[in-house]
């Protein structure tokens, strides 16, 4: 079968270490590789129909992005990346309901049990998203999840090995929808961090994390005041455009970004510079800007009730602990690096900080993945518009690129055809009509993005 596969070995043995998008990535091909049969009771065959891009799997595959202490869960060694997974099993070992031919959603968490290893305490206790053994192989497989396991593989490939306990069914889901349930579920349980405590969030973000934690926020909460913070930033680009005056995530035009933002329930977009931001909050919060002596940057003496922090970057953790009240939370949804922040501002006004990288059980006792199934199996959860571009495996530079420039080149969730896709998709051709416009624009956005524009 084929899969794109990072294969760290090369970069060391002096093969093709290839600039991407301004950064160091790994060497990375479209390769026939063994299809991988299963290992033992409850495993499955799962061919993708789609899998998506996210920003952990380009920390895959840049090769200096993670920071040193997360590197303690990689071996280095040969993946197929891809854990946002919608497909078909393909092939199934005697499994107590998983049956060949059943359309599924992946669940990517592997945890001791199906690793092969006695339980930790975590796995035990039915928290198994903070399973303790995440960096160990057991005698069926290693790694923390599917697309970043030897045995398992990924997504981004023909075929991946599953077990039947990470499997939900997805019927009445369709693949758009489908490919959503990971980053989807990561929202949920993002929005699940917060013991709701006011009325007034803040989200920090324009891609498809950020709309999916809106969506939720909205399907929650229907009272609650929803601010974003537009934030097109592109976390694997370096700074360019410094001969303009103003940096370039602050320059394209939102204007389509902000009726979609709306439409998923955002009470309003904001974009700008952290003191007009500040300015802004406290206008509507009703709350005072707290000037330091120094003449630093303001605090809000009464500001929002909780921020979803999609960037986690220095600037924008440094803003979220200014636009908060005495009491407030701050969810860190992007990953952070090692960066200095304002402790004092924590401390002093009691403020909450809490990450949110996965899912599992919540603490309602219900499964993440299973909730997100029914809100994705309904149509009113408003997620049509978040997959924006769609690639064969062997167009992955273009596919990469395209996810790595984001919503800046109008790039919201970039996904990966699997041949289940491919298949549908020659079906349909026979049938309907191919809508002529969508293939001129996709190009135009991929060179867009290799461009850099
Ligand atoms: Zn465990």
Known sequence: MKALVVDPALAHAGGRRQRRAGADVLPLDVREVVTPTPPAPGWVLVRPALAGICARDLDLILADRVPDVLTAYRDGAVVVPGHEVVGVVEQASPTRWAKEGSRVLVEPTLRCAHKGLPECRRCRAGDTHLCENADRAGALC????????????????????????????????????????????????????????????????????????????????????????????????PRRGRRFRQPLHLQHDIGPDVVAIRALGASRVWRGPAEELLL???????????????????????????????????????????????GGTLVLCGRPDRQAVEWPLVWSRELTVTGAARYGKEPSGHRTFAVVREWLADPAFPVDGIVTHRFPLEDFDTALETATAGVSAGAVKVVFEGPVAAMRTRMDEAATHVEPLEEPLLHATAARARNGR
Not at 143 to 160: N, R, Y
Not at 198 to 220: E, F, H, K, N
Not at 293 to 322: E, H, M, N, Q
Request: aromatic share 4%.
């Open 280 to 326: 802004r909050t406290a206008d509507l919060t009703g709350s005072r800007l707290m000037r330091p002596k120094s003449g630093g940057t303001p605090v809000l003496d009464g500001g929002v009730d909780v921020i979803f922090d999609c960037r986690a970057d220095p600037t924008s953790v440094d803003l979220s602990l200014r636009l908060l009240r005495a």
């Open 142 to 237: 290693s790694g923390p999840s599917v697309g970043s396991s030897v045995e398992a593989g990924g997504g981004w490939s023909e075929g991946l090995l599953v077990h039947e306990d990470m499997l939900v069914p997805a019927e009445g889901i369709s693949d758009q929808r489908g490919v959503l349930a990971e980053p989807a579920a990561s929202a949920l349980h993002a929005v699940l961090r917060w013991f709701r405590r006011g009325d007034c969030a803040v989200v920090i973000g324009a891609g498809a994390q950020s709309r999916l934690i809106v969506a939720t926020l909205r399907r929650m909460y229907s009272d609650l005041d929803i601010t974003v913070l537009y934030d097109a930033r592109s976390m694997t680009r």
